[in-house]
């Protein structure tokens, strides 16, 4: 569907090696997955409901806000990512996103939809407020 | 679009151990499938000029071409001298140590083509004309500014750049024009990302750097053989080849890196061989041990154990490089074939045979892998006990043969051998104690069988000699093969007279030997690894000055830069078949090795 391989985009923020960057960046988007499941929750908590279609719609407001915002802003952040405007370097040979993701796919924008629509979809139909 | 067509033998290959490319003398890149061997081609101009796809690197104008691979490396130079200029087109697949990449980030697959004016000025022509898919898509190039030119296809990205300007071509590819002074350099980098986001790296100083790292890289595994001895220079080439032939990631080891160029021209003897034959492994792990290449030699046991473990007793013909069962047969029409030999066939169907001689090459195998290397664990025990199961219950059936005949089935010479050696080497491991729990009266017995079928039916008195198969008239060179895995002495009477007959009837000249009586009449070309088979041959008895003479004769059929295809066209030396191949430079190291340690009186027959 889409080479947005975030673990491997989240590792090589720490290292180049591949597949010590696929490791550590496994574990950090495990971890950013508990974290913004926060962040769900406290909208369910602040609506005082936890349905699956609401949890649908963070899901979609969450990747749009991914798509807009995070991408086009990720080659400022990453050590190891090349600008649109300058061009690789030595250091800086990752490809950068691009409009929506679609340096990574033309499937790209369509698939952090679906992901994090799915994402919220789970915690709202599981989530049980209180 | 263009409408030069190489021969198979102006062709070199680089490669990284993952993948390889093909690079003729005119400095076409005409083959190279990603992201492994048995991938779909994005360039195959070797198979159809018109539509296969090519990245051309060329002077504007007729030149003088020499080309050399850069000392014990599997990095090409091609040299055009035109008039008073002098350019250098050097090709490569960057590879360097695991230490190395894991300071920098590395694109997934790479290929350098690096352009150095070493005297006078010189006007450059580059045409890319990729068609993915064996030629059966024309991509959309699309302008990725700084990042190059990308082809984006399903989640897959070729990125193609250069530090010249390149602009689309009247066809659908791209291309340059432009001029370069003595000193000048200039590079071209094309990259393949499949799993994650690509890693587009500058050129520049970078593409210098990673020529010198993988120039290292390969002159320290070259630097790991131990090899000093007659023809050092080819042996190392073969060696290389071998490498490149190797895939990384698994251990296997592809009979080549191409598919369907013919064994004969305009002919229909059309085969993929982008896959791992357990023919080849006896051979492969006797050169890779005999050079010194420990490492090497435990990744393909390992490979072979890993690959063979879901067929078990039964063991495939030809497996994928992560031992899973090669596509289904089927043929490109959209491709026209090297120089109109149709058709195009990807995917082979070897896998449907049988061939009883696999056991014996997979003991034997293994066998020398404990003679020189580890003790056998529990799994290799396992295999070899059921290796010796089933070689017991099934020695006496016909099959395909090592050829790989399609018509029908034989009680082979070679195979009857091949199951004999199996038995044999399972009782010698069991006798070093390297083995139990094999039952050792059926299989003393059942070896001494297959030697009276041998001796009784495979010898054709009326012939003089050891027929291609039981009752049968035929010669075929692979009786050579007696000999070299101690079935019978080189120098024994039958032996002799076996060696005559092939002499009269499948040698065409010096240095030339025909596989079969039935390859002669199909028109294919000499067999080029039964002409090391020879040398081999006459090297165990004692012939080593003849030995020589026909392993000269043979090498004198490389290419250029001392590459062999499977066969050798007898009227025009011309190579035919798939190119290189493992299999004849597995022979060339083989017979090298034999010839040094016969003259060093190391190898005898062991009665």
């Known amino acids: ?130 | 679009m263009r409408a030069e067509v190489s021969k198979i033998q102006d062709y070199a290959i680089i490669g990284n151990g993952r993948s390889a490319a093909l690079i003729s003398n005119r400095g076409s890149l005409d083959w190279l499938c990603w992201p492994r061997f048995d991938s779909a081609s994005i360039f195959g101009a070797i198979l159809d000029a018109k539509t296969g796809g090519y990245w051309s690197i060329r002077p504007a104008g007729a030149a003088k071409i020499r080309r050399q691979y850069i000392d014990n490396t599997n990095v090409l130079e091609t040299t055009f001298s035109i008039g008073s200029g002098k350019m250098v087109v050097t090709d490569f697949m960057p590879v360097t140590s695991e230490e190395e990449k894991k300071r920098r980030l590395w694109p997934e697959h790479e290929i350098i083509r690096q352009i150095r004016c070493d005297e006078g000025e010189t006007s450059i022509v580059v045409d890319f004309d990729p068609r993915l898919d064996y030629g059966g898509i024309v991509p959309k190039i699309k302008n990725a500014g700084k990042f190059g030119w990308r082809i984006d296809i399903g989640t897959n990205v070729f990125t193609l750049r250069s530090e010249v300007e390149l602009v689309p071509s009247d066809g659908d590819g791209l291309s340059a024009k432009f001029t370069l002074k003595s000193g000048d350099v200039v590079a071209f980098s094309l990259t393949f990302s499949a799993e994650a986001p690509g890693v587009v790296p500058p050129l520049d100083k970078l593409a210098t750097e990673k020529l010198n790292l993988t120039i290292d890289w390969w002159r320290q595994w070259a630097a790991q053989s131990n090899y000093h001895g007659p023809y050092e220079r080819h042996v190392t080439r073969s060696a290389l080849v071998l490498k490149l032939l190797s895939y990384a990631p698994s251990g296997a080891i592809v009979a080549a890196p191409t598919t369907s160029l013919p064994e004969r021209i305009g002919g229909d003897l059309n085969w993929d061989y982008r896959f791992a034959w357990l023919r080849d492994a006896s051979f492969t792990l006797h050169a890779l041990f005999g050079l010194g290449y420990k490492d090497d030699a435990e990744a393909f046991v390992d490979w072979l154990l890993h690959a063979t473990r879901l067929t078990r007793p039964e063991l495939r013909v030809v497996y994928d490089v992560f031992g899973e069962r090669p596509p289904p047969e089927c043929e490109l029409p959209q491709l026209r074939g090297h120089r109109g030999s149709r058709p195009v066939r990807i995917g082979n169907a070897a896998i449907e045979q049988v061939q009883l001689d696999i056991y014996g090459e997979v003991v034997e195998a293994v066998s020398h892998f404990t003679r020189k290397s580890r003790k056998l664990d529990r799994d290799m025990q396992k295999m070899l006990r059921q290796c010796a199961e089933y070689v017991c219950e099934h020695w006496y059936q016909p099959d395909n043969g090592m050829w790989e005949e399609r018509d029908e089935r034989r009680h082979y010479t070679h195979s009857r051998l091949m199951c004999w050696v199996a038995l044999d080497r399972i009782l010698d491991m069991q006798a070093r104690g390297q083995l139990d729990g094999i039952s050792i009266e059926k299989c003393k017995a059942e070896r001494q069988r297959i030697r009276e079928e041998i001796e009784m039916r495979a010898w054709n008195s009326n012939l003089g000699a050891y027929a291609q198969a039981c009752g049968s008239h035929e010669i075929d060179a692979s009786a050579l093969l007696l000999a070299y895995h101690s079935f019978e002495d080189a120098s024994s009477q039958r032996m002799r007279q076996t060696h005559e007959r092939i002499r009269e009837r499948l040698v065409p000249r010096l240095g030339l030997v025909y596989r079969n009586e039935r390859s002669m009449n199909r028109h294919e070309g000499a067999f080029a690894v039964c002409s090391f088979w020879e040398a081999d041959f006459l090297a165990r008895g004692g012939k080593l000055s003849e030995a020589r003479k026909v392993f000269e004769a043979a090498l004198a059929y490389a290419n250029d830069v001392d590459l062999f295809a499977e066969e050798i066209d007898p009227e025009t030396g011309d190579a035919l078949g798939n190119f290189p191949q493992g299999f004849t430079h597995l022979g060339v190291i083989n017979a090298a090795l034999a010839l040094r340690d016969c003259e060093g009186g190391t190898v005898g027959f062991k009665s």
């Open chain 1, 1 to 130: 569907m889409t080479r947005m391989n975030i673990p491997y985009l989240l590792g090589t923020i720490f290292t180049p090696d591949r597949d010590r960057a696929k490791l550590i960046g496994f574990f950090l988007h495990f971890a950013n997955g508990w974290l913004f499941s926060l962040v769900y929750v406290a909208a369910f908590q602040i609506l005082h409901k936890a349905t699956w279609w609401l949890g649908a719609i963070i899901g979609l407001v969450q990747a749009i806000f991914v798509l807009t915002m995070t991408l086009p802003v990720l080659p400022a952040l990453h050590p190891r990512m090349a600008d649109e405007q300058y061009g690789p370097t030595v250091v800086r040979q990752l490809e950068p996103p691009g409009f929506l993701g679609l340096h990574y796919g033309i499937r790209t924008p369509i698939s952090v939809l679906v992901a994090h629509t799915i994402f919220g979809i789970i915690l709202g139909a599981f989530y049980v407020v209180k």
